[in-house]
């Protein structure tokens, strides 16, 4: 069966410091991948996703990157935090062929 | 561009009563799909219910029932016979045919009440 793993759980960054959040699947090749950001009273807004490696296309022009190095692998990164970075993030996946999407247990990341 | 709307930002039920909540969607395309996740307190992101835009029949699963309205672009929830298990927020999302994405509500935070 297919698994999504997502770390760090919880993450307090001080402003201007680096950050990298991973996301890995497990029990699928070739998946489509994706990073929200799920913020109070405004859902889940998408951020990054992935077709494929080397693969990103950006929704929100922000302070964030995404990469994905290997097939399963897909990392969220900035190079300086801001404060308004701040939220939830949520990694997913789904096989493609408008089927679901599976989400990863979230990461609560604090700039502070 | 595709949107989602989700009119009720929260909502109360009381326990074994029946509640409905509410999402339009705004789309060009005539094949998609919807979907209903549940996120309870510990923001674990969970498929309720999804419906293909293409089968009129509305989707159920368990207590778990949709409102498919294909000409009027609602996609209703109603969760019959309510349990305190069920407060949680709800999304309401949507994939068109020709897009990888995914786009959601902004979440109805539904309460059921003992």
């Known amino acids: 069966s297919q698994t999504i793993h997502q770390w760090p759980a919880t993450l307090v960054q001080p402003v201007g410091s680096p950050l990298s959040l991973e996301c890995t699947v497990e029990?699928?090749?070739?998946?489509?991948l994706y990073w929200y950001r799920q913020a109070a009273g405004r859902g889940l807004q998408l951020l990054f996703y992935?077709?494929?490696?080397?693969?990103i296309s950006s929704e929100v022009p922000q302070n964030l990157s995404a990469s994905r190095p290997q097939d399963r692998q897909f990392i969220l990164s900035s190079k300086k935090l801001l404060l308004s970075d701040s939220g939830f993030y949520l990694c997913?996946?789904?096989?493609?062929?408008?089927?679901?999407?599976?989400f990863g247990q979230g990461t609560r990341l604090t700039v502070v | 561009a595709q949107t989602v709307t989700q009119s009720q930002p929260e909502m109360s039920v009381q326990e074994a009563e029946t509640v409905t909540l509410s999402c339009t969607y705004d789309?060009?395309?005539?094949?998609?799909?919807l979907f209903w996740y549940k996120q309870p307190p510990s923001r674990q992101m969970i498929l309720v219910i999804r419906?293909?835009?293409?089968?009129?029949q509305n989707a159920t699963e368990n207590r778990f029932s949709v409102n498919f309205q294909k000409a009027a672009k609602s996609f209703s929830l109603k969760i019959s016979d309510s349990q305190l298990g069920d407060t949680a927020m709800y999304f309401c999302?949507?994939?068109?045919?020709?897009?990888?994405?995914?786009?959601f509500g902004t979440g109805t935070r539904l309460k059921v009440l003992a």
């Open positions: 997913a996946w789904s096989p493609g062929g408008n089927t679901e999407a599976f």
């Open positions: 029990g699928t090749s070739n998946p489509n």
């Open positions: 992935s077709v494929g490696i080397g693969q």
């Open positions: 789309t060009s395309e005539n094949n998609y799909y």
């Open positions: 419906q293909e835009a293409y089968k009129q």
């Open positions: 999302a949507f994939t068109g045919s020709g897009t990888y994405k995914y786009i």
